[in-house]
């Protein structure tokens, strides 16, 4: 006997989370309000456990097909002075796989093949979720995979915990060229830049200031970093501004009691823990949801799935609190304006 899902949200967590019920076992659909996928070419950094989570759900070989490698980043001053190596040596030695980068569009691309290649797993796009009672009726079990405004998560876990702005706006963009040699972070006063590579021929920034009328336009977005090291002016000056993205930091605060409700309801991802981006761990926590999940619900069967959802949450919840606080501490420490304290203490920590 295999059971019914529904998962709201075609996100990278909703996704992977049809996979691996479908897996399974399970027959899965998948509703997605939006009526076509979000397709922008940030970057992901996926962690080796993320990895590992894209491996258990059979998409780990499409993902290293386009996954670049990262390593030798380094956190810099404005002026170009390096204060510490990113730890992603330390990470590789210690579990043997490198971190990889791979864009938002790559990855959706893997997960959707392998949707494709399970077969009988709709996914109808432009359909809101509206009536959670309606799919909890139609499924036996209803996964809210659906972001930071999740309407599972207010529908059945209320709105004590919900979106907060953190006062901080970023503007994320793909340069056309390649800067070998300089990727990492550069925090200044108040004010953070980061670049990586994301596939050959080019590399993904992201830029973040304090204050939401701060930076409202692609000038005033140059004149925040004028007189910073190199390349970063000429990304800002050689990136087409159409092709930026400008958002609100937020995060889910606070912090919920529970992924799961009445044995029939599971939030992962996003819905369940958004973070600041700062340990770039966002996709990674979300794969980790949904590898958990379906691992959780194909051990117990349909019959036991409050059990499975119960297994769930001991398994991911305070890991993925853990990060999400882990990463709006480290969003105030990078964001500063005590900076010669911070300098000081960021050299002192170990190179990679």
């Not at 998962?7 to 998948?30: D, K, P």
């Not at 456990?49 to 490698?69: M, N, W």
């Not at 949707?115 to 109808?124: A, C, F, K, M, S």
């Not at 907060?164 to 550069?186: C, K, L, P, Q």
Request: net charge positive; glycine share 12%; charged share 20%.
């Amino acid at each position: 006997m295999t059971g019914t899902a529904v998962v709201v949200g075609a996100g990278v967590g909703g996704l992977a989370t049809a996979i691996g019920l479908r897996r399974a076992g399970w027959q899965v659909s998948v509703l997605e309000r939006r009526t076509e996928l979000e397709r922008y070419g940030t970057a992901f950094g996926i962690h080796p456990a993320a990895q590992s989570a894209l491996d258990h759900l059979g998409v780990g070989e499409a993902f290293r097909r386009k996954a670049l490698s990262y390593r030798g980043a380094r956190v810099r001053t404005p002026d170009g002075r390096v204060l510490a190596s990113l730890p992603l040596e330390r990470v590789e030695r210690r579990t043997g796989r490198p971190v990889r980068l791979i864009s938002r569009p790559h990855l959706l691309d893997a997960l959707l093949a392998e949707v494709g290649r399970l077969g009988d797993v709709p996914l109808r796009l432009g359909r809101p979720v509206t009536d959670v009672a309606e799919l909890e009726r139609s499924y036996d079990l209803v996964v809210g995979a659906d972001g930071i405004g999740s309407a599972v998560r207010t529908a059945r876990f209320g709105a004590g915990s919900g979106p907060r702005s953190i006062g901080t706006v970023a503007w994320i963009g793909v340069a056309g060229f390649e800067v070998d040699g300089v990727y990492g972070e550069t925090w200044g006063d108040g004010r953070f830049f980061g670049l990586t590579p994301i596939e050959p021929g080019r590399t993904n920034w992201y830029a973040t200031v304090p204050g939401r009328r701060v930076a409202e336009t692609p000038d005033a977005l140059r004149a925040c970093f004028t007189g910073w090291h190199d390349p970063i002016p000429r990304l800002l000056a050689e990136t087409d501004p159409a092709t930026w993205i400008r958002y609100d930091m937020r995060h889910l605060a606070p912090a919920l009691p529970s992924f799961v409700h009445d044995g029939r309801i599971a939030l992962v991802g996003d819905a369940a823990h958004a973070m600041t981006p700062n340990l770039g761990q966002g996709a990674c926590t979300a794969l980790q949801d949904a590898e958990a999940l379906a691992r959780a619900v194909a051990a117990r069967g349909p019959s036991a799935l409050p059990a499975a959802l119960r297994a769930y949450d001991a398994e991911r919840r305070r890991p993925a609190q853990r990060i999400a606080l882990g990463s709006r501490t480290l969003h105030r420490v990078m964001s500063t304006r005590h900076t010669r304290m911070r300098n000081t203490l960021v050299g002192l920590l170990p190179s990679s």
